[in-house]
């Protein structure tokens, strides 16, 4: 027995498992990740004078591309109802920026550049700017695994 499906299209799929952002400058910024779908994920509790300046892709210490956002973290598209925190009983914003068609741009869109990587690690930057200060600082996502899936017809063989 088996099973065909169809994938839409060329993508990645990200794991990040740097784990939460903890910053004591800005302690209403509870998180910021990547999601599965690429997806760069924002939680705060308050609204903020945050910008989101740009994302640099890297691999071991080369950077590989850069995508320039320059937003206020509070006009990033809503990401689901905000909720409460148990612990905290605070109510935690949640916002989304996409990123994958800069994946397939950075990377390739049938995994060109991802596929000549080879072994060694890769990282993404995110700039931060305050915009009261025009201080910017960097959260570093560095526990990050990267999956290319080709679009089209496949065939899944369970295996018994």
Same mark, same amino acid.
């Given at each position: ?34 999601? +599965? ?6 939680? @705060?509790?308050?609204? #903020?004078?945050?910008?989101?300046? %740009?994302? /640099?892709?890297? !691999? ?53 550049? +991802? ?6 690690? @890769?990282?993404?930057? #995110?700039?931060?700017?305050?915009? %009261?200060? /025009?201080?910017? !600082? ?23």
């Amino acid at each position: 027995m088996y099973y065909i499906y169809i994938v839409p299209e060329n993508h990645y799929s990200i794991l990040d498992q740097t784990g939460k952002v903890e910053l004591k400058d800005y302690p209403e910024l509870k998180d910021m990740s990547l999601e +599965y779908n690429a997806d760069l994920s924002v939680e @705060f509790t308050e609204l #903020i004078n945050l910008e989101l300046e %740009k994302v /640099n892709f890297r !691999f071991n210490d080369e950077v590989i591309g850069t995508v320039e956002i320059n937003k206020n973290l509070n006009d990033l598209k809503d990401f689901a109802e905000p909720y409460i925190d148990e612990k905290t009983k605070e109510k935690i914003i949640r916002k989304i920026y996409p990123l994958q068609k800069e994946f397939l741009r950075i990377l390739g869109r049938n995994a060109e550049v +991802y596929d000549s990587l080879e072994d060694g690690r @890769f990282y993404i930057d #995110i700039y931060i700017k305050d915009l %009261k200060t /025009n201080k910017t !600082f960097v959260i570093n996502r560095n526990n990050i695994f990267l999956e290319f899936e080709s679009g089209g017809p496949k065939i899944f063989i369970p295996s018994v």
